[in-house]
Nanobody, 120 residues
Framework: QVRLVESGGGLVQAGGSLRLSCAVS????????MGWYRQAPGKQREVVAT???????NYADSVKGRFTISRDNAKNTIYLQMNSLKPEDTAVYFC??????????????WGQGTQVTVSS
């Protein structure tokens, strides 16, 4: 069993900052790509940022220069530092990880989501 637990969401004023964390636990053999996604009301889930096991990153154009994804492989945890937040960043943010376990091979897992609300 693999669990992803996010934390760090909340309410912040425009221009402010938040830091999200996502910890992966369970019967893990290896974690490959990880990432952050978000879903605003009435919209489809979209990718925000991804990071490989080697540390290569990719960002959505809408967050480049404002958000930074990072990873601590020893703690099986990723982070999303969000600066210069805008009201349009308001969404539920989900953590995703491709986890290899001995029992099931490779599977993509999702966290439960954490709400980020940016007021204008």
């Amino acid at each position: 069993q693999v669990r992803l637990v996010e934390s760090g969401g909340g309410l912040v004023q425009a221009g402010g900052s938040l830091r999200l964390s996502c910890a992966v636990s369970g019967s893990i053999f290896k974690i490959k790509d990880m990432g952050w996604y978000r879903q605003a009301p009435g919209k489809q889930r979209e990718v925000v940022a991804t990071i490989t096991s080697g540390g290569s990153t990719n960002y959505a154009d809408s967050v480049k220069g404002r958000f930074t994804i990072s990873r601590d492989n020893a703690k099986n945890t990723i982070y999303l530092q969000m600066n210069s937040l805008k009201p349009e960043d308001t969404a539920v943010y989900f953590c995703n990880a491709f986890v290899i376990t001995i029992q099931t091979g490779g599977t993509a897992y999702w966290g439960q989501g954490t709400q980020v609300t940016v007021s204008s």
